[in-house]
C-alpha cells in the first residue's frame, strides 16, 4: 500500500471512447503527477499540478486532458487516443517542498484499440 | 509485448551475492538523486536517494555512491535476493526545480536461484 490509489487498474478503449483515469493520495501532499510509462520509452513526464495549479505540460497531446479538482485527487481525462497511446499511466504525489520523492500508484494499464 | 521495444540492460546474478546497477546521468546541476525499484505490474517503489553533497548513503542492504565527476551513480545490493528482481530506475532532480524527476530508462535486476 503506498498511499496513492489508481482506478482502474485496467482500461481497454476504443479509439472514439472517452475515459477517465483517477488518482487518489492519502498521503496529504500537495503536488501530483502524471507518468506515461510504454515499452519503447523510459518513463515520462506528462503533467504537474502544485497546489491545484497545473505548473507542468510537457508538451501532451490535447486528447490528454488533466483535472486536480483538489489536492488528493487528480484525474486524466481520455478523448479520441491512437493505438500508440496504450501504455502504463502511472499517478505519483510529492509534497513539494520536500527533497523531491515521488510516491507511485500500482498505475493504469491503457490498451487502444 | 515485452519482446518488442526499449531494451532495458539486464543484469542476472547468483542469489546471494552482491549487485551493482549503474547509472549516467545528464545533468551537472543536478542536487538530488533517487533509486526506484519496480516490480512486474507495480509502480515504483522508492529504495534510497541522495544529495550531491554526500558521495555515499547506505540504507538496509543497499548502498548508493554518487561520483559527479562522471556524473554518475550506481547502486549496491548485499546478499541479492529473489525478491530483488525487478527493475531498477535512477532519477535525478534536473536544474529546473527539486519537485520535478527525470528518470533513466531502467537496468532489468534477474538473481538465479
Known amino acids: 500500500e503506498t498511499g496513492v490509489t489508481q482506478t482502474p487498474r485496467h482500461l481497454v478503449m476504443g479509439m472514439t471512447n472517452k475515459k477517465s483515469l483517477k488518482c487518489e493520495q492519502h498521503?496529504?501532499?500537495?503536488?501530483m503527477y502524471w507518468y506515461k510509462q510504454s515499452a519503447k520509452k523510459p518513463l515520462e513526464l506528462m503533467f504537474v499540478?502544485?497546489?491545484?495549479?497545473?505548473?507542468e505540460n510537457n508538451s501532451v497531446p490535447s486528447r490528454f486532458s488533466p483535472e486536480c479538482p483538489n489536492s488528493s485527487h487528480l484525474f486524466l481525462h481520455l478523448h479520441t487516443l491512437q493505438p500508440e497511446d496504450s501504455a502504463l499511466y502511472l499517478c505519483?504525489?510529492?509534497?513539494?517542498?520536500?527533497?523531491?520523492?515521488?510516491?507511485f500508484g500500482e498505475g493504469s494499464r491503457l490498451t487502444v484499440l | 509485448g515485452e519482446s518488442v521495444g526499449l531494451h532495458l540492460p539486464t543484469l542476472s546474478v547468483q542469489e546471494g551475492d552482491n549487485s551493482i546497477i549503474n547509472c549516467a546521468y545528464s545533468?551537472?546541476?543536478?542536487?538530488?538523486f533517487i533509486w526506484y525499484k519496480q516490480e512486474s505490474g507495480k509502480g515504483p517503489q522508492f529504495i534510497i536517494d541522495i544529495r550531491s553533497n554526500m558521495d555515499k548513503r547506505q540504507g538496509q542492504r543497499v548502498t548508493v555512491l554518487l561520483n559527479k565527476t562522471v556524473k554518475h551513480l550506481s547502486l549496491q545490493i548485499a546478499a541479492t535476493q529473489p525478491g530483488d528482481s525487478a527493475v531498477y530506475f535512477c532519477?535525478?532532480?534536473?536544474?529546473?526545480?527539486?519537485?520535478?524527476?527525470?528518470f533513466g530508462s531502467g537496468t532489468r535486476l534477474l538473481v538465479r536461484p
Open positions: 498521503l496529504g501532499h500537495n503536488a
Open positions: 532519477a535525478e532532480n534536473g536544474m529546473d526545480s527539486s519537485y520535478k524527476l527525470i
Open positions: 545533468n551537472s546541476a543536478s542536487d538530488y
Open positions: 505519483a504525489s510529492s509534497q513539494r517542498s520536500s527533497t523531491g520523492e515521488l510516491f
Open positions: 499540478y502544485s497546489l491545484e495549479e497545473r505548473v
